[in-house]
T-cell receptor, first 111, second 112 residues
Framework: DQQVKQNSPSLSVQEGRISILNCDYTNSMFDYFLWYKKYPAEGPTFLISISSIKDKNEDGRFTVFLNKSAKHLSLHIVPSQPGDSAVYFCAARGAGNMLTFGGGTRLMVKP | EAEVAQSPRYKITEKSQAVAFWCDPISGHATLYWYRQILGQGPELLVQFQDESVVDDSQLPKDRFSAERLKGVDSTLKIQPAELGDSAMYLC??????????FGSGTRLTVV
């Protein structure tokens, strides 16, 4: 049973436009959500996070939105740049500081 | 900037052989995690250590996998015998607080 799902395996966006990556979860006990970015042959790197008591967190070009009632979060990247092309994982924190990851979305930003 | 060190970066091994991966977390990070990422999927937790103690190894296939962190610093993950389905990236991460992990670059294992 997947507790964290990213239903879009891939997304293609034109440079300069907005990229929206989505993530759904089922466990209402998750209290913290994170987005990681991963390049091939490298480990995931932390991008941005949000506490379950907030609905928005912004850091430069990256904004994460949380809709607790819908158990849905999204990552907005604007404007998108070719260097943003990578696999993005959402993760949710549960008991014992354990992170549960979604399956990832491959973002391709075309010049 | 502090990093989580992992070695080797790449490993090719034959089916039924033993293989081991090493991880050195960021200094001072008490919590260490081993994750496995199969291509096209998200990372899945194998084992979590708090200092030298195992906190969670419920997803570790204990018939063939073992993990240790004897002095509460670096850690070793072993597979014996390796199977074709073990081909994946093995990621180590460490954390200091409750707000996310720092991952190493991973070990890409190919079992042939």
């Amino acid at each position: 049973d997947q507790q964290v799902k990213q239903n879009s395996p891939s997304l293609s966006v034109q440079e300069g436009r907005i990229s929206i990556l989505n993530c759904d979860y089922t466990n209402s006990m998750f209290d913290y959500f994170l987005w990681y970015k991963k390049y091939p042959a490298e480990g995931p790197t932390f991008l941005i996070s949000i506490s379950s008591i907030k609905d928005k967190n912004e850091d430069g070009r990256f904004t994460v939105f949380l809709n607790k009632s819908a158990k849905h979060l999204s990552l907005h990247i604007v404007p998108s740049q070719p260097g943003d092309s990578a696999v993005y994982f959402c993760a949710a924190r549960g008991a014992g500081n354990m992170l549960t990851f979604g399956g990832g979305t491959r973002l391709m930003v075309k010049p | 900037e502090a990093e989580v060190a992992q070695s080797p970066r790449y490993k090719i091994t034959e089916k039924s052989q033993a293989v081991a991966f090493w991880c050195d977390p960021i200094s001072g990070h008490a919590t260490l995690y081993w994750y496995r990422q199969i291509l096209g999927q998200g990372p899945e937790l194998l084992v979590q250590f708090q200092d030298e103690s195992v906190v969670d190894d419920s997803q570790l296939p204990k018939d063939r996998f073992s993990a240790e962190r004897l002095k509460g610093v670096d850690s070793t993950l072993k597979i014996q015998p390796a199977e074709l389905g073990d081909s994946a990236m093995y990621l180590c991460a460490s954390s200091l607080d409750h707000y996310g992990y720092t991952f190493g670059s991973g070990t890409r294992l190919t079992v042939v």
